[in-house]
């Protein structure tokens, strides 16, 4: 694909954007802010997101992009809970963001690698039954990194920006060459955020180590 090809695909794509796709990349940017805020709003806005995600992903056959924002909007609800959680005699909120110890990036990758093998056989089962659509390397690769990503984030480890910003980066050519150009604008901003959501939370959890 040339530069015009491309550019053309680009302006299609926006055209065809539709407005509840509209509220889901903006609702998606949003909860992305305010997680590198440590902010609680990260999860009703994100939900907003996620649940019309799901709709969005069946109908263009990311089937394993449906699993992922299933995922997110059961996480989201134990996350906020989490997060909310406060000390019974100090009333301190209870989780503050740490870096993972060897152990806990053992685990990371192991949930990581389970979750990619169980994907990507399903979605290239589907693949050959009825979402001729999907790609399975690379849907599993982005769902994957997510589902990580996620699991983290309600622990608020460090370690989940290392993930969101992989599941940005698959992300991105995978909603283009689905023609959800919007979507995949949505993960550039995303990985520029995430990047950004890094190093905050890495000064955070340096603080808090050094009392």
């Known amino acids: 694909m040339d530069v015009a090809q491309f550019w053309q695909q680009f302006i299609t794509g926006m055209q065809q954007t539709s407005w509840y796709e509209y509220v889901a990349v903006i ?4 909860s992305v802010w305010f997680s590198r805020k440590e902010n609680i709003l990260v999860y009703p806005v994100g939900l907003i997101n996620t649940i019309i995600y799901i709709f969005i992903s069946f109908k263009y056959h990311l089937l394993g992009e449906a699993s992922v924002n299933f995922y997110y909007s059961v996480m989201s609800i134990y996350g906020w809970w989490l997060w909310t959680r406060k000390d019974q005699v100090k009333h ?3 989780l503050h963001i740490t870096f993972s110890n060897r152990k806990e990036w053992l685990q990371q990758l192991a949930f990581f690698a389970v ?3 169980a994907i990507f056989f399903a979605l290239t089962a589907a693949k050959k039954s009825f979402a001729e659509g999907a790609i399975p390397w690379a849907d599993a690769f982005a769902s994957a990194t997510a589902y990580t990503g996620m699991w983290l984030m309600a622990k608020k480890k460090v370690e989940s920006w ?3 910003i992989a599941t940005n980066v698959a992300s991105i050519p995978l ?3 689905k023609t959800l150009v919007f979507t995949s604008v949505q993960y550039v901003v995303l990985l ?3 990047v950004a ?6 000064q955070k959890a340096k603080r808090l180590e050094h009392g």
């Open 92 to 94: 301190e909120v209870i």
């Open 197 to 202: 959501g890094l190093m905050a939370w890495m």
């Open 115 to 117: 979750f990619y093998i």
């Open 162 to 164: 290392y993930w969101w």
């Open 27 to 30: 609702a998606g940017i949003a």
């Open 175 to 177: 909603y283009f060459v």
């Open 192 to 194: 520029i955020m995430a």
